[in-house]
């Protein structure tokens, strides 16, 4: 089963960034459909974004025109590109591939 390890997280202003990846174990990044989701406390898990293995982004309408999936198949790395964040994208971030979670990793953001 494919490991998925997201970093990048942490506490930010609103307006800030931040860049969240998402490593995978196996060359899996460039031949399946990867996608970002989150979960706020106390609400359900939502999905945030998606790119698939021909480079087509889709993205949540909260997040659109603010977060960009890219990815690194060279790497198995997957990115989510956080601009002008507000606090109600504080939420635990997860990335997502076929049949496997990552572990997650907090985004806060408050002034």
């Known amino acids: 089963q494919v490991q998925l390890v997201e970093s990048g997280g942490g506490l930010v202003q609103p307006g800030g960034s931040l860049r969240l990846s998402c490593a995978a174990s196996?060359?899996?990044?460039?031949?399946?459909?990867m996608a970002w989701y989150r979960q706020a406390e106390g609400k359900q898990r939502e999905w945030v974004a998606a790119i698939t293995p021909g480079g087509n982004t889709n993205y949540a309408a909260s997040v659109k025109g603010r977060f960009t999936i890219s990815r690194d198949n060279a790497k198995n790395t997957v990115y989510l590109q956080m601009n002008t964040l507000k606090p109600e994208d504080t939420a635990v971030y997860y990335c997502k591939a076929p049949l496997s979670w990552g572990q997650g990793t907090q985004v806060t953001v408050s002034s």
């Open positions: 196996g060359s899996i990044i460039s031949t399946n459909v």
